[in-house]
């Protein structure tokens, strides 16, 4: 097989343009009108809770599903008219493995590979095993592998086309934070190599590490999009909840706070802050010196629910 050309990807051209997109399932719309762009080269996150619509979007996009209305190109190609070339440029990761339990790492590869019909280079499994670390297992049954491994062997699996556009849903939904930190670099690495990544998550945390720009879905509709940096702003940042139990001493910690926030009801004040050690400590130190103890002292990083709570409102339980 000739080596492959070299990959440069111009930042500007566009990788996933979408309009329109409709989905209903019976009366009920899951989609109702989405607008998306994603330019090549970089990664975009959808974002939103459970039953928000995300599968259904990758569903769609990656030709799985077929849309009620609106239209989308995909790696140039129009996604019902050129349906085959759309699937020829992508790679799809599913939030359940397509991983064969029964199969050993180094199998599920190579059925890979003899199902990409000769797109695969010769050394392509033993290439992928070596860098996503599996080279150890390779020769064990999938059933045996732990959740870090089996997603790293989807990933692996998704790859052996060498696809220019990856769909990647809840990469890192259920595993432990090593497991996910090892999966994050793996996507930037993919990403730095000129790939373009949809991927959609529940983790703001994820969004915000890897995403160049964000787009939050909520009831079929996209609330909010940005860089992770425009998103932020428009929410409450992280902050220490400190909790009384008088209003009096409510009232002393709130002179001492002027930059903080109350909340009368709970007897709790919000103070603007970062998390690091020295922040905190001087924190702790002010309330020391007016000698005001707080029963409750705790450091509150903005999660999905804070992002849905200052976009739409309603927390993401309403979402569903
Ligand atoms: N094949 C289907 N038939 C009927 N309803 C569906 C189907 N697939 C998804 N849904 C519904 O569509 C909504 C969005 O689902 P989904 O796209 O899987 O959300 P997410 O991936 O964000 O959790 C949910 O309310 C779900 O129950
Ligand atoms: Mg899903």
């Known amino acids: 097989m000739s080596a492959r050309p070299p990959k440069v990807v111009p930042m500007n051209d566009t990788a996933i343009a979408v309009s329109g997109l409709r989905k209903t399932f019976g009366d009920k719309v899951v989609l109702d009108g989405i607008d998306l762009e994603v330019q090549a080269g970089t990664i975009f996150s959808l974002l939103g809770p459970n039953g928000a619509g995300k599968t ?55 059925l890979m590979v003899d199902l990409s019909r000769g797109k695969a280079g010769k050394n392509v499994v033993s290439e ?26 989807d990933l692996a699996m998704t790859l052996v086309g060498d696809p220019r556009i990856i769909f990647l849903d809840e990469p890192t939904t259920g595993l432990d934070p090593r497991s996910r930190r090892t999966m994050w670099s793996i996507i930037r690495e993919l990403v730095a190599g000129g790939v373009t990544v949809f991927l959609t998550t529940q983790y703001l945390e994820e969004a915000d590490q890897l995403a160049d720009r964000i787009a939050v879905l909520d009831q079929g509709r996209l609330v909010a999009q940005g860089t992770p940096a425009e998103l932020k702003r428009r929410m409450p940042g992280t902050h220490v909840r400190l909790h009384f139990t008088t209003v009096a001493e409510l009232d002393a910690a709130a002179r001492i706070f002027p930059g903080a926030t109350r909340d009368d009801e709970e007897l709790d004040l919000r103070i603007p802050s970062d998390t690091g050690t020295k922040s905190l400590r001087s924190l702790l130190d002010r309330l020391d010196e007016y000698s005001i103890a707080a029963e409750e002292f705790s450091v509150h990083t903005p999660d999905l629910d804070d992002v849905f709570l200052a976009l739409t409102g309603h927390d993401t339980e309403a979402a569903r």
């Open 128 to 153: 992928l095993l070596e860098r996503f670390d599996l080279v150890e297992s390779a020769r064990k049954p999938a059933s045996t592998y732990s959740g870090g491994m089996r997603r790293k062997l």
């Open 56 to 110: 259904t979007t990758v569903n769609l996009l990656t030709t799985l599903m077929k849309a009620d209305g609106g239209t989308a190109k995909v790696a140039g190609h129009d996604l019902v008219t050129e349906a085959k070339a759309v699937r020829a440029a992508i790679g799809v990761t599913g939030q359940f493995a397509a991983v064969d339990e029964l199969l050993t790492g180094q199998e599920n590869l190579q």
